[in-house]
């Protein structure tokens, strides 16, 4: 087996393809990234975990059919390092070889009949455009749960109904929702997937850039969370096994009355607490007080390091004091993609929303809503 290959096309793919190996694999031979030459002068680049999967087709002009394995974090450090010149890739008895202009490599193969089979891709459900889908998960993502005890919290819920695809997440602290459109390949066609969080944001991440729309596959085993997502575009395809549907009832948590609306601009209010939480301790919020015009931010009390800040604000209803996690709040700041942040409130201890403004129907509906529960303040 042998290639030729632009250094710029192999080094991306294969830092794409490497993105989803194992960092501790429960086998040696999955920290593999399979290359195959196919006779149609094609490389493809594969990994696979038995839980996410990876591959990326490239054209190729010179090349010889053929099959091998190679450690996919040492292929993608020496592939980034190359100098800007063709790659040369042969395959010599039990070793591979990669020359560069001067530079040459030479890898030890692992046995690549021992690497498992890639899955089958689900039938395919629908498209969205690349950019549209990235964003909107990576909204979605900053609300998803790290913790690995409680499964459930750190996937996206990823409910379609004709046209329309809704995605939540939530750690019990704060929930993002975000609807958007897509291209569904049936009308009426429906599904609910929950998706790990760190897969989606990673996988819609690496390929909001690889083209135009993003085709979505799904199969569904009769809801015990064997089912199966994929995602292609640009020739690059990745599937990821999806976890158990059990998901909070995010809906009814969603206030739609409330008693206070606040509107900052966006930019100077992310400073402004960025700035007032440098004296809060890891679990200390940032205090903020609505009064007509403005919001006083504040943080630390007594003894400890205090900071006040005063923002101008367009406020209309109920003086309010309420405080945040500042980290969550930052986050929730930065998922809007809106000059103006909109905080919707009702009481100091009950759920506010926070969005951009941006409707998604004639009824005003935002199309980006994060939920963020108040800190209770001490009185």
Known sequence: MMFR???????????????????????????GMRLEVTEDQHLKLSGFDYEVSAEVTLDLHTGEAGVVLVSGKLLAEITRALPAQPVDFVVEGAKAVVTCGSARFTLL?????????????????????????AGAVGQVAVAAGRDDTLPMLTGV????????????????????????????????????????????????????????????????????????????????????RLLDPEFPKYRSLLPTEFSAKADLST???????????????????????????????????????QAVEVLPVEFDGDDINIAFNHQFLLEGLGA????????????????????????????????????IMPIRLSS
């Open 157 to 240: 819920r990823m409910e379609i109904e004709g046209d329309t695809v809704t995605l939540a997440a939530t750690d019990r602290y704060r929930l993002a929702v975000r609807e958007l459109k897509w291209h569904p390949g049936q009308p009426d066609f429906a599904a609910i997937a929950m998706i790990p969080g760190k897969t989606l944001a990673d996988t819609a991440k690496a390929l909001g850039s690889s083209g135009a729309e993003v085709e979505i596959a799904l199969s569904s085993a009769g809801g015990t969370g064997e089912g199966m997502i994929g995602f292609t575009s640009g020739g690059r395809r990745t599937t990821t």
């Open 267 to 305: 930019g100077p209010f992310v400073e402004a607490v960025k700035r007032v939480a440098l004296v809060a301790e890891r679990n200390t919020p940032v205090r903020m007080a609505f009064r007509g015009g403005e919001v006083v931010l504040e943080a630390g009390s007594g003894d400890e390091a």
């Open 5 to 31: 290959i632009e250094r710029d096309v192999l080094a991306e793919a294969v830092a794409w393809t490497a993105r989803s190996l194992p960092a501790r694999p429960s086998v040696p031979v999955l920290a």
């Open 109 to 133: 193969t692992m046995p690549v009949e021992d690497y498992p089979s890639l899955p089958a891709m689900p039938p395919a459900a629908g498209r969205v455009g690349a950019d549209v889908f």
């Open 336 to 371: 809007i993609d809106s000059d103006v942040a909109r905080l919707q409130m009702t009481t100091s201890t009950k759920p506010a929303i926070l969005t951009g403004g941006k409707p998604v129907d004639d009824e005003g509906i935002p199309d980006y809503r994060y939920l």
